[in-house]
Nanobody, 121 residues
Framework: QVQLVESGGGLVQAGGSLRLSCAAS????????MGWYRQAPGKEREFVAG???????NYADSVKGRFTISRDNAKNTVYLQMNSLKPEDTAVYYC???????????????WGQGTQVTVSS
C-alpha cells in the first residue's frame, strides 16, 4: 500500500506565498512522474504542475512564472512553491505520484488526500 501525505496549505492574502509538500511512503520501489492538481468548488480537477524523475517540469499556463515544482527522489517527496498567489488559486490541491512497486511493475497512480489553499483578496 502507498500513502501520499500533503502539507503546507492554508490561508494567505493575495500576493503571498505558500509551499506545499507531499511525501510518499509504503510499498515503493521507485516513483516516475509526480505532480500537483487542484480542484476549486464547483469545478473539475485540473493539472497544475508535473515533474519527471529526472527533474523536467511542466506547468499549466495559469501558474507559469508563479509556481515552481521540485522533488527529492531520496525522500520520495514533491514540493510546490507558490508565489504571487491570486484568489483564483483557491482550491484543494492534490498530489499525484506514478508509483512502481517493483523494478518490472507498471506504474500506477496514487493520490494524496488534498490540502486546502485559500487566497483572500
Amino acid at each position: 500500500q502507498v500513502q501520499l501525505v500533503e502539507s503546507g496549505g492554508g490561508l494567505v492574502q493575495a500576493g503571498g506565498s505558500l509551499r506545499l509538500s507531499c511525501a510518499a511512503s509504503g510499498s515503493i520501489f521507485s516513483i516516475d512522474a509526480m505532480g500537483w492538481y487542484r480542484q476549486a468548488p464547483g469545478k473539475e480537477r485540473e493539472f497544475v504542475a508535473g515533474i519527471t524523475r529526472g527533474g523536467s517540469a511542466n506547468y499549466a499556463d495559469s501558474v507559469k512564472g508563479r509556481f515552481t515544482i521540485s522533488r527529492d527522489n531520496a525522500k520520495n517527496t514533491v514540493y510546490l512553491q507558490m508565489n504571487s498567489l491570486k484568489p483564483e488559486d483557491t482550491a484543494v490541491y492534490y498530489c499525484n505520484a506514478q508509483v512502481r512497486r517493483t523494478a518490472v511493475a507498471l506504474p500506477f497512480a496514487s493520490w494524496g488526500q488534498g490540502t486546502q489553499v485559500t487566497v483572500s483578496s
